[in-house]
């Protein structure tokens, strides 16, 4: 389907709603014997109980972190505790995004934000910012006020204030987050969003020139989804934004790291040596590569909780492997720190109810085969 010109956010959100429909009934059932998932037998490294993933991570150069919000770490001390123990970069999930920090046209909320800066500076972390520019979480108002005449004006205005908020207390900024999209069929492979539906596609470089031009010393970072396995859809989406990271950088526009958001599904596959290719043409552009938003979805996987939890250790191990290997990656942040919290539970349940497992430490902030192999993959890239 090809669009000659963008299309209205309603029109938008039913191509979405449609596409999450036909994906909602993916199960372990559709996939071939040759796909279904076999645990490696590789032995588990275990280690001392003092020792943290921020602790391999820093002895091989790396970042390693996680995503969390103001409502938990300022709720759940015992998993705020852990949380600083284990990680040195905090990326809030949800606090930095326009629905948190635009309660209205005119006004902007740090509250959240700043909250979680103070924590991050109280227990020595640093935090990354994640979205200035993204097509969810629009706050209610959006819809009704923001126009092609104005949008301009708003999404400079809010990177301009956003970004000043916070110079020289942030470590990256997510300028831009999933503008890709080959499925909506538009030329360039752009997705189908209200900015690109008001702006045009030259919403992209206006964002990280005005996020440079607000602090010129922190790291922009162009972030995106479905990178990182074999489905045709990811393979037609490396390429693709490989293709914007070349036009971004040919344009002279300040983007300076790739961001891959990491969420793997268990039991699909995932093509080392075409995934190691990708992130080696993306060095060679210049770039730096951070893993975003790293988790294994288990829909898919077993319900038992030992065959399940090695199935997701051996694909973080798999992808890990991989991306060790590459110079060019600065960090690793999984997208929470602990099955307690997860965006997986309500937006990708399991079919029989199950709690999901997709991270290195249970909901008792016990670590799961998934840390060790973390710690193992850390401490391999140091050696
Ligand atoms: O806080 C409200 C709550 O008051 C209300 O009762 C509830 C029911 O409507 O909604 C709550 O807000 C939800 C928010 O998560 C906090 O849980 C929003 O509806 C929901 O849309 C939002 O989902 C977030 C999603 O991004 C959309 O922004 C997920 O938590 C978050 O994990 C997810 O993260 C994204 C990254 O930003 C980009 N990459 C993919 C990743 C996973 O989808």
């Not at 890709?180 to 030259?202: A, F, K, M, S, V």
């Amino acid at each position: 389907m090809v669009l000659s010109r963008p299309i209205s956010r309603k029109r938008f959100l039913r191509y979405t709603l449609g596409a999450a429909a036909s994906v909602g009934a993916l199960t372990l059932a559709n996939l071939k014997e040759s796909q279904q998932p076999k645990a490696d037998s590789l032995p588990l490294q275990t280690y001392d109980s003092s020792l943290t993933l921020k602790h391999f991570a820093s002895k091989s150069g790396l970042l390693y972190g996680a995503a969390s919000g103001y409502q938990i770490l300022s709720t759940d001390s015992e998993y705020a505790q852990r949380f600083a123990e284990e990680c040195l970069l905090l990326v809030p999930e949800n606090d930095l995004k326009w629905r948190t920090l635009r309660p209205s046209p005119g006004e902007f909320d740090f509250f959240k934000a700043d909250w979680l800066m103070d924590f991050a500076t109280r227990n020595g972390l640093m935090v990354r910012g994640h979205a200035l520019v993204f097509h969810h979480s629009l706050p209610d108002w959006f819809d009704a006020v923001v126009t092609p005449d104005n949008a301009e004006q708003f999404l400079t205005q809010h990177i301009k204030t956003v970004v000043n908020h916070f110079k020289g207390n942030m470590h990256s900024w997510d300028v831009v987050n999933e503008a890709i999209h080959p499925e909506h069929g538009q030329r360039d492979n752009w997705r189908l969003t209200p900015w690109y539906d008001l702006l045009g596609p030259e919403y992209v470089e206006l964002a990280f020139r005005v996020a440079a031009e607000a602090d010129p010393n922190v790291t922009l970072v162009y972030n995106d989804n479905r990178l990182s396995l074999n489905r045709p859809s990811d393979r037609a989406k490396r390429s693709a934004v490989l293709r914007l990271l070349e036009r971004l950088k040919a344009n002279n526009v300040p983007v300076h790291a790739l961001g891959i958001q990491g969420h793997l599904t268990g039991g699909l596959q995932f093509d080392a040596a075409a995934f190691r290719e990708f992130l080696r043409n993306v060095a060679d552009l210049d770039l730096k590569i951070m893993i975003t938003e790293l988790d294994v979805i288990d829909q898919l996987l077993p319900a038992d909780i030992e065959v399940r939890d090695r199935l997701v250790s051996d694909m973080y191990r798999r992808y890990l492997d991989v991306v060790m290997d590459e110079p060019a990656v600065i960090s690793v942040v999984n997208w929470g720190l602990s099955d307690r919290y997860t965006w997986i539970s309500r937006h990708k349940p399991r079919q029989d109810g199950l709690p999901a497992r997709p991270l290195p430490i249970d909901a008792h902030l016990n670590r799961k085969a998934a840390w060790n192999v973390m710690a193992q993959a850390f401490e391999q890239r140091a050696a």
